[in-house]
């Protein structure tokens, strides 16, 4: 079994409506929480970085962390054409820096 | 500001050839990283390097040897390519190593 689970998609949303994007993970040491977005065929970029558990805020992106069913969030509101791509979770303890991904999850806005 | 930058960007090798793949940053970071991403697996992590003059097996190591030239450079060198090792290939790098990492544009590697 994987240590980071994330459904792969594809996820099919009109423009406008909120993306709810998540994964779950089975490590509780985990500390640290990001989300990426990756275009094809382009290297991940950062979008959400959190520490422990709560929410973050940036914009139209939210990221949530509920350590104590090991499992981390991420939402897009008023989703947009250009927010169709694969997301990507990836989560690392404060002991060592080797970053666990997801497989990531497609995304596609229809306008 | 480039950034992490990956050369070269796509490659073909022939099973048994040998290659080394470059990556340079220039944000001052401390720490690198290469992973390789293939279809249905995300990123796995093949090494790493905490910082300047260490380095550290991954995930997936076998296969690969790594060079920390210096605190910009990270390299990677397959010795002998396999078919297994078709995949893409992205550096990254990160000021701490627990910190958030930034990536490469990736290496389109293909083992025939």
């Known amino acids: 079994q994987k240590e980071v689970e994330q459904d792969p998609g594809p996820l099919s949303v009109p423009e406008g409506a909120i993306v709810s994007l998540n994964c779950t993970y089975s490590?509780?040491?985990?500390?640290?929480f990001m989300w990426y977005r990756q275009y094809s065929r382009k290297g991940p970029e950062l979008l959400m970085y959190?520490?422990?558990?709560g929410n973050k805020e940036d914009g139209r992106f939210t990221a949530q962390v509920d350590k104590s069913s090991k499992y981390i969030s991420l939402f897009i509101r008023d989703s947009q054409p250009s927010d169709s791509a694969t997301y990507l979770c990836a989560m690392s303890t404060d002991s060592w820096g080797k970053f666990q991904f997801g497989a990531g999850t497609q995304v596609v806005v229809t306008p | 500001n480039a950034g992490v930058t990956q050369t070269p960007k796509f490659q073909v090798l022939k099973t048994g050839q040998s290659m080394t793949l470059q990556c340079a940053q220039d944000?001052?970071?401390?720490?690198m990283y290469w992973y390789r991403q293939d279809p249905g697996m995300g990123l796995r992590l093949i090494y790493y390097s905490a910082s300047e003059g260490t380095t550290d097996k991954g995930e997936v190591p076998n296969g690969y040897n790594v060079s920390r030239l210096n605190k910009r450079e990270f390299s990677l060198r397959l010795e002998s390519a396999a078919p297994s090792q078709t995949s893409v290939y992205f550096c990254?790098?990160?000021?701490?190593?627990?910190?958030?990492?930034?990536f490469g544009q990736g290496t389109r590697l293909t083992v025939v």
């Open positions: 959190t520490y422990s558990s």
């Open positions: 490590n509780s040491a985990f500390q640290y």
């Open positions: 944000m001052n970071h401390n720490s």
């Open positions: 990254a790098s990160s000021i701490y190593r627990d910190s958030e990492a930034f």
